[in-house]
């Protein structure tokens, strides 16, 4: 179904198989109209399981979150070495309207926004966002040493392409497709005419 | 309070005396945590002629936002001509951390994260983010004009800036302070080096 499957090709404890539901769950309803038993709809062994596990919904959002994050972890997500490649498949990813993995995209803006008030959402963005600019640095620093990139300093830049990146993801879900595809044509002129030497 | 409240110093009305209810008990409480109960709370006349009025939180939001983004068209924000630092003016508006501001911002992003899911959330936010757009394109217009930047699309390049918003807003609500100031340290060095000719 979406990209996203194959992180539960081996869902086989009851609480992969949990945290599967959740995220079918969130992809269909967003997190707003989420309830466990939305959730529990989505699980194959039982319904009231779902209580037996989690108190609600949240709960069990923070396991899915640490669980992406843990799998985003193990993953080797670019196909090229070419730092002006890798940067342009990483823009392409978080550009794209993928109608498989629509549903997700909006749940991950919703999730993102109860950042804003949950101390334990925010713990686990800041830590998949310190890995994100920790991965896009060093594709950058790489860039910067074997002379394709100007002399940045890969942490900044990295930030300002997250940062654009937060942007963009949510751009693509709650802004018009005219104002998300010229953002992306102009981000990708910054990396080919400002960033490459 | 807070910056926005010059917004409410003609609310005579009781709608516009609503519709502040709702900015107060939203800037407190977020928008997930929002009831109707709560708005009436801030609601000096009565409690109960809050649900005489409207349905739900999200019909009471929509002219919320829908004041604010009349509001916005009646504004003046920017204090010089230059068009440099007109960008460096805004780039401070969207990053910095008002702490009377604060709750309202992290509704915000609540808010815009709605849009993914809700319509006419997504309307009034693709209208006011034309507006937003078309004021960046004009500064940049003119820049490009005066010789004070080099030659860029200024619809492209507004697109850009616009989404870097979104992103450098939603960051400062929800991401790490350092990631923040960096990804502004950089937005600004853009503007300096890049597009300044």
């Given at each position: 179904m979406s990209e996203t499957d194959h992180f539960f090709?081996?869902?086989?404890?009851t609480r992969e198989q949990l945290i599967q539901a959740a995220y079918y769950a969130l992809s269909e309803h967003g997190y707003s109209n989420l309830t466990l038993e939305k959730i529990g709809e989505e699980f194959e062994k039982s319904t009231s399981l779902v209580y037996h596990h989690y108190d609600g919904k949240d709960a069990l959002m923070v396991e899915l979150l640490e669980y992406l994050l843990q799998q985003f972890k193990s993953d080797v997500p670019l196909s090229t070495r070419d730092p002006t490649a890798q940067l342009h498949e990483v823009i392409d990813h978080v550009y794209s309207s993928d109608e498989e993995s629509v549903g997700f995209d909006r749940a991950l803006v919703e999730l993102r926004a109860q950042a804003a008030h949950n101390e334990e959402f925010r713990d686990l963005f800041e830590r998949t966002d310190a890995l994100v600019q920790h991965q896009l640095a060093q594709i950058i620093s790489a860039g910067v040493e074997d002379g394709t990139f100007v002399d940045v300093d890969p942490d900044q830049t990295a930030a300002a392409l997250f940062v654009n990146f937060i942007g963009g993801h949510t751009a693509k879900c709650t802004a018009d497709a005219e104002t998300t595809a010229a953002a992306k044509a102009e981000l990708e002129r910054f990396v080919d005419d400002v960033l490459v030497d």
């Open positions: 090709d081996d869902a086989t404890s």
